[in-house]
Structures are given as C-alpha cells and as structure tokens.
C-alpha cells in the first residue's frame, strides 16, 4: 500500500466506495497470492531452507512487481495514482490485471528451477513482453482510439479489460515457452537447483 498507492489512503478510498482502488488493490493481492503460492510449491528440503528459499523468493518476486508497477506508470501516459483517487474503473482494471500477469509470469519458473540465475532473465523477459504486448494491443487491437485515451477519458472498462485479458494471455502463452531443466535445455553439468548456482 505504501508503494504501489503512495498518494492514496486506501482505507479511506474503499470507505467511500472507490471502485478503482478496490480493484487495484484486489489485484495486488491476487498477484501476491500467486507469488506466495509459486514460492510455496515444491519440495525436497527441510523445514529451514524451505522457509529460506520462500522468503527470499517472495521478497525478490515482490520486489520485482513493485518495480514493474512502477515502470507500468512510465508506460501509459496518464497519472494512474490520479485517475485510480478520482475512481477510474478502467485505470484500476487496466493495473490489477497488469500486476495479476506479473505475478504469473514470475510465480511459474520458481519451483522449477529454485535459482535465482534462471529465475531473473526470465522473469524480466516476462515484463518486457508484457511492456511490447500494451504497445501492440494500443496500435492494433485497438486501432481507433489510443488505449490511454479509452482508459482516462472514455473511461472504458471494456478497453481495460481487453488489454488486461491479453496480458494474461501472454503470461500463460509465456509460461509454456519456459524451459524445463535438464538436457536438451540446459547443461547437465550445472545444478539448476541450487539456489546460489
């Protein structure tokens, strides 16, 4: 809350019916969920380096999606902390299924691989085509009006929801070209499941 809504009360926003906020704040927490549950799965080790291995995975994924969030501001060309205090709908779908793809393309690599070698590239990977994929869905998807311009003036839903539904597309089509260890994909001489490889 402190970050991802820094100019905003979010109690105060939802005791006055914000709609935006709710859903933006819902889809932090969905992304938080997936994270969590990336990071929970899997198995083969002992209580600590469990708990090890969950922390500091959550803590480097929620890093992550504090900084795409951030950069996803940069993107569009509204003040999304505005349109979201002024209860824009659209701009808080458009967020909320922007961090929900987030979370997923960064929940899946986790218990595969459980080295942060491997994790990072593709996780960043993952947010560069999400950053490509709002581009495309702007100039092509949406050809008659900017995709900016639906969310802020028109204050479309509809927009907002396609180019989140899109996004999420793209980060399960994303997962599917994630490679799993071992031979043909990666050497076998390295041990992808150690975390400090």
């Known amino acids: 809350d402190r970050v991802l809504l820094a100019t905003v009360s979010n109690?105060?926003?939802?005791?006055?019916?914000?709609?935006?906020?709710?859903?933006?704040?819902?889809g932090s927490f969905i992304a938080c969920g997936v994270i969590l549950r990336g990071t929970l799965i899997g198995g083969g080790y002992d209580y600590g380096?469990?708990?090890a291995l969950t922390v500091l995975y959550f803590a480097v994924s929620q890093f992550l999606l504090l900084?795409?969030?951030?950069?996803?501001?940069?993107?569009?060309?509204?003040d999304d902390w505005e349109e979201l205090k002024n209860g824009n709908v659209a701009a808080g779908l458009s967020g909320a299924f922007t961090l929900v793809a987030i979370a997923v393309i960064m929940a899946?690599?986790?218990?595969?691989y459980v080295?942060?070698?491997?994790?990072?590239?593709?996780?960043?990977?993952?947010?560069?085509?999400?950053?490509?994929?709002?581009?495309i869905i702007d100039k092509f998807v949406?050809?008659?009006?900017?995709?900016?311009?639906?969310?802020?003036?028109?204050?479309?839903?509809?927009?907002?929801?396609?180019?989140?539904?899109?996004a999420l597309g793209v980060a399960?089509?994303?997962?599917?070209?994630?490679?799993?260890?071992?031979?043909?994909?990666?050497?076998p001489s390295i041990d992808y499941f150690d975390v400090c490889s």
């Open 172 to 187: 399960f089509i994303f997962n599917r070209y994630v490679p799993p260890p071992g031979p043909p994909f990666v050497s």
């Open 67 to 78: 900084i795409t969030a951030y950069l996803y501001r940069l993107v569009t060309k509204f």
């Open 115 to 135: 080295s942060l070698i491997v994790f990072l590239p593709i996780a960043v990977t993952g947010i560069v085509a999400l950053v490509i994929l709002r581009v």
């Open 142 to 166: 949406l050809p008659g009006e900017a995709l900016d311009k639906e969310i802020v003036e028109d204050k479309n839903w509809g927009a907002a929801i396609i180019e989140g539904a899109a």
């Open 108 to 112: 899946y690599p986790i218990p595969l």
């Open 49 to 51: 380096e469990g708990l």
């Open 11 to 26: 109690t105060e926003a939802l005791l006055a019916n914000n709609v935006a906020i709710a859903c933006f704040e819902g």
